[in-house]
């Protein structure tokens, strides 16, 4: 006989509002065990509103939200025992070292693996014996991200876990997190860096002013893909209406931007064919911000996560924000 076994993270319609301000609209969502899935947004577009929602930090003003089948919010408790979290920004105990911190944590967590905890401060090159005044931000996310993975925890959320550490240390993060999900564990991971996305996720999903506007593979979502391109003339810039795979053009006195999809070449053919003379032509990928408004145009601005905010600090300062 089959047991239909529910998704680690289930949600549906959920919401959230701040007064007039919608933070989160009517989320539905599933993520099943052992998946790796990625919320990938601007700042300010819901990601972590979503995450405080999961976790029960925050009331829904609508909708539902379950972990391991059970409400997120009502059996916190249970759920908790479940999970690791790492927040953005953790606010930790000045006074403790970085080993009794960890040795805290543990214990209120109740699960660690101590000889994976060890392994980690060496990867991760932590000097535990530091206070924690002390630390940088980038150490203070390392202690988090330890405290975190040594639990082995069936599901990690992860609220921009990379904020603060150096490129050779994102890149150990990265290791890490490929070996949590090779052992089967989940990963819910929200950031605004396409590239740690792309590195890490099996889905992807994108927020924009609080909608789940797409979810897919990478594969699926290969449209967002593009290359910004930025041209100095010595005289006016050419006119690019019309010209294959370029779009959202931006020009000034002697100087263009555009982005570029696909084969560069009916653009170069199309500076080539213009009355100015090239002078610099510089191509990178563009950001995430820049991907959005391409895509799906500016928009209204929106202060639901900064209002949403109003719990950063709040659910920082508590132990659930302690990457428990």
């Not at 919010?73 to 953005?88: E, F, N, W």
């Not at 209204?300 to 600090?313: L, S």
Request: proline share 4%.
């Amino acid at each position: 006989m089959l047991v239909d076994v529910p998704p680690v993270i289930r949600t549906r319609a959920l919401t959230k509002r701040f007064g007039a301000t919608v933070a989160l609209e009517r989320l539905d969502l599933d993520v099943g065990a052992g998946e790796v899935v990625g919320f990938l947004g601007p700042n300010g577009a819901g990601k972590t509103t979503t995450i405080r929602l999961l976790l029960g930090l925050l009331r829904a003003s609508a909708g539902s939200a379950q972990l391991f089948g059970l409400d997120s919010r009502r059996d916190a408790v249970a759920v908790h025992r479940r999970l690791a979290y790492v927040p953005g920004e953790a606010t930790l105990w000045p006074g403790l070292t970085g080993a009794e911190t960890l040795e805290f944590l543990a214990r209120l967590h109740g699960s660690v693996d101590a000889a994976y905890r060890e392994e980690l401060i060496e990867r991760f090159d932590f000097h535990p014996a530091t206070r924690v005044r002390a630390y940088s931000k980038g150490n203070r996310q390392k202690l988090s991200l330890i405290a975190a993975l040594a639990t082995r925890a069936e599901l990690l959320v992860l609220d921009e876990p990379t904020a603060g550490l150096d490129p050779l240390m994102e890149e150990v993060f990265r290791q890490c997190a490929r070996e949590a999900a090779a052992r089967g564990q989940t990963i819910f991971l929200s950031s605004h860096i396409l590239s740690e996305v792309e590195a890490l996720c099996d889905r992807v999903g994108i927020l924009r002013a609080g909608r789940l506007i797409e979810i897919g593979t990478l594969g699926d979502l290969r449209h967002l893909s593009a290359v910004t391109v930025e041209v100095t003339f010595n005289g006016p810039a050419p006119e690019l209406a019309g010209v294959a795979g370029v779009r959202a053009v931006s020009c000034e006195p002697g100087r263009l931007r555009c982005q570029v999809q696909g084969s560069m070449s009916a653009l170069v053919a199309a500076l080539a064919a213009g009355e100015s003379e090239v002078v610099q032509l510089l191509s990178r990928e563009p950001s995430l911000e820049e991907l959005f408004l391409a895509h799906y145009g500016a928009g209204e601005g929106r202060a639901g996560e900064g209002r949403a905010g109003e719990g950063r600090a709040q659910s920082s300062r508590s132990l659930a924000g302690h990457a428990l």
